[in-house]
C-alpha cells in the first residue's frame, strides 16, 4: 500500500541519498522528511506546547512543580501524545494494507511498502527524540530508559535497508500499554492516588501489558527470529536476488536489541508485580495484627520505562477514600 503521506521533496532526497546508501538505509530517503517530522510533532509538543496548555487544565498543579517534575511531566505529555498516534497508525497498517497481510517468510524478512516505511519513520523519530531527551535527563529516567532508547532506534533504523518492515506495527503495538502507564502518572501528580479510577487504570495497565507485551511480543519475537533465521539459511539462488542473504551482523544486532527490549518488559512487569505483592502483604500484616493497626504505610514505588509508579498499600487506600468522602 501507498504511503498516504505526500512524498519527500526532491532536494531531501538528493540531499541525503548518498549518505544513507553508504550506510545502506535505501528506504530511507523517500520517509526522511516523516522521520524529521515526528522528531519534531515530539520536540514542540515537549518544549512548547505541553508548557503551554498545562498550566490551563491544571495550573495549580503544573505551577507547583519544581524543574524536574516540570521535565516529566512534560515528557509524559509527548508518551501520551506518541502512544496513541503510534498506535492508530500501527492498526491501521496491520489492518489495512492488504500487501503487508499477503507477505510469506522471504517477504516478512525483504518487504517493503509505502506505508509500513510511514510506519517504520514515524516510530524512528519517536525513539530518536527519546534517546536525546534519556540523555539529557539520564540522572531522571536512568539507564534503562536509556538502554530502551537505543535498542528501539536500532530496530527501526535497520528496518529502512529494508528489513522485517512488516513487523514494524507489530513491535509498536508495545505502546498500547504507553497511554495507562502516563495516565497512571498523571494521577499521583493530581493527588489521585489510592483513587477508584487509578485502580481500575492500574488493572488495566497490567492486563494491556502482560497480553501486548510478554504474550504477543514473545510470540512476534519468536516469528521475526524463525524468519530471519530461515532468510539467513536459505539465501536466494536466482542471479537477480544475489546479495540478499541475511549478513550474521544484521541479524546478530536485531535479535539482540529485540531480546534486551523483550528483557526490560519482562523486568518492568516483575516489578509492578513484585509491589502490588508487597502491598497485599502489607494489608494482610496489617489486618491479622492488632497492634499494628496504628502503623501508616503509605506506598510504594516502581520504576516503568522511566516512570515512577506509586503503589498505594491499604492505609494509603483507606486515606484516599477517607478524603473523597470529606
Keep these: 500500500m501507498k504511503d498516504p503521506f505526500p512524498p519527500c521533496p526532491d532536494t531531501i532526497v538528493k540531499a541525503v541519498t548518498p549518505i544513507c546508501e553508504i550506510l545502506g538505509f535505501t528506504t530511507l530517503p523517500k520517509h526522511f522528511h ?19 496548555i498545562s498550566p ?31 498506535c492508530i497508525v500501527s492498526l491501521y497498517a496491520m489492518f489495512v494494507d492488504r500487501e503487508r497481510s499477503e507477505m510469506d517468510a522471504k517477504q516478512r524478512v525483504w518487504g517493503y511498502t509505502g ?10 523519530g519517536y ?21 530502551h532508547a537505543i535498542c528501539a532506534l536500532c530496530v527501526f533504523s535497520l528496518g529502512f535497508r529494508p528489513f522485517v518492515n512488516y513487523y514494524a506495527p507489530t513491535f509498536l503495538l508495545y505502546e498500547l500499554s504507553s497511554p495507562f502507564l502516563n495516565f497512571h502518572w498523571f494521577m499521583d501528580k493530581l493527588e ?25 511480543g514473545t510470540y ?26 541475511v549478513p550474521a551482523w544484521l541479524a546478530l544486532s536485531y535479535v539482540t536489541s529485540n531480546l534486551i527490549l523483550h528483557f526490560l518488559n519482562f523486568y518492568w512487569f516483575g516489578k509492578m508485580v513484585d509491589a502490588l505483592r508487597r502491598r497485599f502483604d502489607s494489608t494482610k500484616s496489617t489486618v491479622n495484627s492488632p497492634e499494628k493497626k496504628g502503623i501508616v504505610v503509605t506506598e510504594d514505588e516502581v520504576s516503568v520505562e522511566g516512570t515512577d509508579l506509586k503503589i498505594p498499600t491499604s492505609s494509603a487506600l483507606h486515606q484516599s477514600v477517607a478524603r473523597h468522602r470529606r
Design 127 to 147: 525513539f530518536l527524540w527519546d534517546l536525546m531527551v534519556s540523555t539529557q535527563y539520564l540522572n531522571i529516567f536512568g539507564p534503562g530508559l536509556l538502554a
Design 34 to 52: 516523516e522521520v524529521v517530522g515526528a522528531f519534531l510533532l515530539y520536540h514542540v509538543t515537549n518544549v512548547y506546547l505541553s508548557p503551554l
Design 192 to 216: 489521585m492516588t489510592g483513587s477508584t479510577l487509578q485502580l481500575v487504570n492500574g488493572i488495566c495497565l497490567l492486563v494491556v501489558f502482560f497480553s501486548c507485551r510478554l504474550v504477543y
Design 115 to 124: 506505508l509500513l516505511g510511514m510506519t517504520q519513520a514515524f516510530g524512528a
Design 56 to 86: 490551563l487544565l491544571f495550573p495549580k498543579t503544573y505551577r507547583s512543580f519544581n524543574k524536574r517534575n516540570r521535565i516529566n511531566w512534560d515528557i509524559h505529555v509527548v508518551s501520551l501524545v506518541q502512544s496513541t498516534l503510534i
Design 220 to 245: 512476534s519475537s519468536f516469528r521475526v527470529g524463525s524468519d530471519i533465521y530461515l532468510a539467513w539459511q536459505n539465501p536466494p539462488r536466482d542471479i537477480v536476488q544475489q546479495g540478499r542473504s
